[in-house]
């Protein structure tokens, strides 16, 4: 057409736009309170006994666009959102808030019919070949059962199918008849694919689907699904922690981080260009294969933060090493960078204490930050120093305590990161595609 764009006839969706939005998705799960399983006591009522409800922030906000046949690949810590999104996307949940288009549709106006074709159109392979396997159905059966749920062909043509995706997912036809734990993990993952595959979707999430496998089965499945992709013409959304697998099979990558999406690019540009703080934590945990090496270099620091109540602003800001330098101070170049290692080392307490002196030599060479920051920072070495005031407060864990509060609430706590969600777009350097960062040093 001399206009570019596509109509598919049903449905009116341009081929050319997204095959997926999503506009600020959103999915909290309530929950019952840590606290004796969120039971409390309560004499006054009847019965005595009341529930404490928290929200889980899985999700939150999260917008962006897959295009026809690219793979978007999801990657985060464990926890991070990942499979809730994934499942928010196929409505296999509900989500709280914002919107999915499905070739241009929203999901939430579909019925009827419309909505059982999209769901045939969507589909999605997990983790656990095993678990997601039925042991006590043949694999013919396994694969023909969607087939069969959304009335596709008559038993003979659903056999030849099942047949024919066995062969093209790289296993023999004549196995149609065994049961899965005749078969290998990989294996087992490849049933899992020409089943997803056997009800011609457009659009499959992958959730961890190698994780389980070893690393020589990894690539080769990999592999398969790449082959896969072109000869059916697919689009995925492919989670998984290991950014070695992500590498591997995605067009764009987009990075997670307690619920929200931290950074997205090109793959390229996303490997030899990472911006965001966690994206190039995550890049430099990495495995090396230096016999050398321990394991693990530059490991993040901390645990994720609960996503019950997670931090104002930016939410990496906790663990960040680049935290920006709050501007109710006047910081020298080496005062901020100095007062900010001064505070992750009290939060984290990863010095034996020792004297104000030398904490004064070790942290600050010396010299003090000037000014107010300077009274602050030297407040606080007094609490922690062996030599230091107490202020009446003996108690040494309650005195570090008190450190890391007057420090993050002084300092962390006034940063922009605390204050105000990033969000920005930064000039590509490799590759032509947006480059999306929410990190405020790109203000
Ligand atoms: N049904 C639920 N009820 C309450 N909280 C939930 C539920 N499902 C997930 N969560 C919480 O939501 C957060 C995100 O979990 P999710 O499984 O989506 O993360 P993930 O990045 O996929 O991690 P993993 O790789 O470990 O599966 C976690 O804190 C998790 O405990």
């Not at 309530?30 to 005595?48: K, R, T, V, W």
């Not at 295009?67 to 690949?73: A, H, I, W």
Request: proline share 7%.
């Amino acid at each position: 057409m001399s206009s570019g764009i596509r109509l598919d006839e049903e449905s009116g969706y341009d081929r050319d736009g997204p095959l997926l939005e999503l506009d600020g998705v959103t999915k909290h799960f309530a929950q019952e309170s840590g606290l004796l399983a969120g039971m409390q006591f309560e004499p006054s009522q009847f019965p005595p006994v009341s529930v404490d409800r928290e929200t889980v922030k899985a999700v939150d906000d999260v917008s962006l666009e897959i295009q026809p046949g690219e793979t978007l690949g999801l990657v985060g810590e464990s926890g991070c959102g990942k499979s809730t999104l994934g499942r928010t996307v196929l409505r296999l949940l509900e989500p709280t808030a914002g919107d999915i288009y499905f070739k241009g549709e929203n999901l939430a106006d579909l019925g009827g019919e419309k909505l059982r074709r999209t769901r045939s159109d969507m589909q999605m392979i997990f983790q656990d070949p095993q678990s997601s396997l039925d042991p006590r159905m043949k694999v013919g059966q396994i694969i023909e059962e969607p087939m069969r749920a959304h009335d596709m062909l008559d038993d003979e043509g659903r056999e030849a199918r099942a047949k024919d995706l066995l062969e093209r997912v790289g296993l023999d036809p004549r196995h149609y008849n065994r049961h899965p734990h005749a078969f290998s993990g990989g294996q087992r993952q490849r049933i899992n694919l020409a089943r997803a595959l056997s009800v011609d979707p457009d659009f499959v999430v992958c959730d961890e689907p190698v994780s389980a496998l070893d690393v020589s089965i990894q690539a080769q499945v990999l592999n398969t699904m790449d082959r896969l992709q072109d000869e059916f013409g697919l689009t995925f959304l492919f989670i998984a922690h290991d950014l070695s697998v992500i590498r591997h099979i995605s067009d764009r990558v987009a990075v997670m981080y307690l619920g929200q999406i931290v950074e997205l690019a090109e793959k390229g540009e996303l490997f030899e260009n990472p911006q965001h703080p966690y994206t190039r934590a995550l890049l430099e945990s990495i495995p090396v294969p230096d016999p050398r090496e321990d394991g693990l270099r530059g490991v993040l620091e901390g645990e994720v933060p609960s996503p019950v109540d997670p931090p104002s602003g930016c939410r990496f800001r906790t663990r960040c090493p680049r935290l920006i330098a709050p501007d109710a101070y006047d910081w020298t170049d080496e005062e901020w960078p100095r007062t900010r290692a001064f505070m992750r080392a009290v939060k984290r307490r990863t010095f034996e204490p020792m004297p104000a002196a030398r904490i004064e030599a070790e942290f600050f060479d010396g010299t003090l930050p000037r000014g107010e920051a300077g009274s602050i920072v030297e407040d606080a070495i007094d609490l922690v120093a062996t030599d230091g005031e107490t202020d009446g407060t003996a108690d040494k864990a309650d005195r570090w305590e008190a450190a890391t509060d007057l420090l993050l609430e002084s300092f962390a706590e006034q940063s922009i990161c605390a204050r105000e969600r990033p969000s920005y777009e930064v000039e590509s350097q490799h590759g032509t595609e947006r480059h999306y960062v929410g990190c405020h040093l790109h203000r």
